[in-house]
């Protein structure tokens, strides 16, 4: 006969396994030596696992992904990766909105139900706006691909904001159109270019490899053409 304790903890890692489930493949990825071969080659869909959000916050539009923002946390790729170059397209459908995406992460949420890694910030233009402290505007440097350590990893910012990395030129459009990030991962340093422009980095991350999330975070985002190449 099983004890209390027993059956709690089969009920808790019954919970765990369930939630780290498949739910859908979006996007592609490849390996450089690929590209470079020489031959023509075919890229792999990636495949997105749950870590604590709802299915329903997730939903497949045509080549669109819609994420409707709550309940707050991640998705997460299948595969870990070190080094590697991340394209990325995305949109907010409502002002102020708040979104992400987390590379070299362990995709294990902390107690704000996010998990640690190197966080790309994508917020919308309004953020700012909405978000007045003591009478006075947050800086927009906020919104432009902000970069920072979360969850207890250390960076070097390339352009400090305390522990942060501001971008040196703010390129990012409003709610309802597409922009386009390059975050080239290697041996610690992230470059990020912002439709078009590379404006901001950090180096000597502390975590250099794990998995790359999705953050659903209170508002509608979409994405789409996400590419990954893999380096060596």
């Not at 045509?62 to 309940?71: M, S």
């Not at 402290?133 to 910012?157: C, D, M, Q, S, T």
């Amino acid at each position: 006969m099983k004890t209390v304790i027993q059956i709690i903890i089969m009920v808790f890692f019954a919970g765990v396994v369930s939630a780290q489930k498949p739910l859908f493949k979006f996007g592609e990825e490849i390996g450089f030596e690929k590209i470079t071969s020489g031959q023509k080659v075919k890229w792999e869909p990636v495949q997105w696992i749950q870590v604590n959000t709802e299915d329903s916050t997730w939903k497949l539009q045509g080549k669109e992904l819609v994420c409707y923002g709550l309940p707050i946390g991640v998705i997460r790729s299948e595969k870990k990766y070190e080094n590697f170059i991340l394209h990325i397209e995305w949109k907010h459908m409502e002002a102020g909105g708040n979104s992400g995406t987390f590379v070299w992460s362990k995709a294990e949420p902390g107690e704000n139900r996010l998990p640690d890694g190197v966080e790309v910030q994508m917020l919308e233009l309004d953020w700012v706006n909405l978000n007045m402290r003591n009478g006075e505007k947050p800086p927009i440097a906020y919104v432009h691909g902000e970069l920072f350590g979360v969850g207890g990893v250390k960076i070097i910012p390339d352009n400090p904001r305390g522990e942060r990395s501001k971008s040196v030129e703010n390129r990012c459009l409003g709610k309802g159109e597409w922009n386009t990030y390059e975050v080239v991962c290697v041996d610690g340093t992230i470059k990020l270019s912002v439709n078009g422009k590379f404006v901001n980095g950090i180096s000597q991350s502390s975590q250099r490899s794990g998995y790359i999330c999705l953050e659903a975070e209170g508002a509608e985002i979409h994405f789409r053409n996400i590419k990954i190449i893999e380096l060596p």
